[in-house]
């Protein structure tokens, strides 16, 4: 039943010219599928299903949401295709994930073009697996094609330090899976297959949507700055929705403080203001850096500079609606800063 109800719910989604919806169900399958809930209406018995699916975070995304416009086609397609004497009771969807090593082994640096093409091999893969295990070519004529790609696939993933997902070293292998009587229908493959690559894929495409704009910043020698860093860049990389790109925020407000607390000295540099700044005070802290080791006018846009992107990442913290180009820009603002301040100390000068 698993399969033909997830099946059907695709269908009706597509008949209805529903094919968003429907693109973002075929990511899924069923994870379980049983009555909780029974009662008597009259004379006829009623039984609640509660439907769990697994899927990429795409997915969950959008299922888990109550409020989703896709969520709510999703629900009513199924709600539409079950027999009248049954409703949903519970729709859940439980997400797929990398390994937290894994999703921070993709951050490795990887040009944009072959990010890309790593990322269409992969999905060709998957549909040559797909396709010979649902009535499409015979192995023995595609089996070479499956090796060689294999191979390409295997060598990008190796050099990013990624393990590969998939086992099958050859078309005959993925056959003694599929027919051992563990994946019995075609949807069952499918999904199979899905599980298998999306993790991967999901993670792969997020990261080519932003490698352009999370670039490598050669190390400024403070640990915890550098730290903070690589904590913002991977946050960036990842980040999908309001609260992902608060979190890049709340670390740039981090690195800033860092970066201020590593250059700051007390006895060295006096408060413009007369308040000394608290340990936190990253604005002050920098203000004060700048005015004693950049003294006079000139500098007056230096400490402009170092108390808006402090004000910049704050404000990016506390916004419930902050949005990827803003958290971008955060970061970018901060990285300038931290440069800025480690050109101001020495701490990019050759070395002699």
């Known amino acids: 039943m698993d399969d033909k109800i997830i099946n059907e719910a695709i269908q009706f989604l597509i008949d209805g010219g529903e094919q968003e919806a429907a693109d973002i169900l075929k990511m899924c399958s069923v994870e379980n599928c049983e009555v909780v809930d029974s009662w008597m209406n009259g004379s006829n018995q009623l039984d609640g299903l509660s439907i769990e699916l697994r899927g990429p975070r795409t997915a969950y995304e959008i299922l888990s949401r109550h409020d989703h416009p896709l969520g709510e086609e999703i629900l009513y397609a199924f709600s539409a295709i079950l027999p009248g004497s049954t409703y949903i009771k519970n729709l859940r969807i439980r997400a797929v994930t990398l390994p937290e090593e894994t999703r921070m082994q993709i951050n490795n640096t990887i040009p944009m073009p072959e990010l890309k093409e790593l990322i269409q091999k992969i999905e060709s893969q998957k549909g040559l697996m797909i396709a010979v295990a649902t009535g499409g070519p015979k192995i023995k004529d595609v089996n070479a094609q499956y090796n060689h790609r294999r191979f390409e696939i295997l060598q990008k993933l190796q050099d990013m330090g990624i393990d590969a997902p998939n086992p099958y070293h050859d078309l005959w292998g993925w056959y003694g899976k599929w027919s051992d009587g563990s994946l019995p229908s075609w949807q069952a493959r499918r999904n199979y297959i899905g599980t298998l690559y999306q993790p991967l894929l999901d993670a792969l495409t997020m990261k080519s949507k932003t490698t352009s704009t999370v670039q490598p910043q050669e190390p400024t020698g403070w640990a915890r700055v550098d730290r903070n860093v690589d904590k913002i860049n991977n946050a ?74 402090v004000q910049l990442a704050v404000g990016l913290q506390h916004k419930r609606t902050a949005s990827f180009r803003e958290a971008a820009l955060c970061a970018e603002a901060t990285r300038a800063i931290i440069n800025t301040i480690a050109i101001m100390s020495g701490q990019r000068d050759p070395e002699k």
């Open 236 to 309: 960036l990389a990842y980040a999908e929705n309001e609260e992902d790109f608060q979190t890049v925020g709340f670390l740039c407000r981090e690195a800033i403080i860092s970066l201020a607390q590593a250059v700051y000295d007390s006895t060295k540099h006096s408060s413009v203001d007369s308040i000394s700044p608290s340990n936190t005070d990253a604005a002050r802290m920098l203000e004060s850096y700048i005015a004693a080791e950049l003294a006079g006018n000139s500098n007056e846009t230096h400490r402009k500079f170092a108390k808006t992107t």
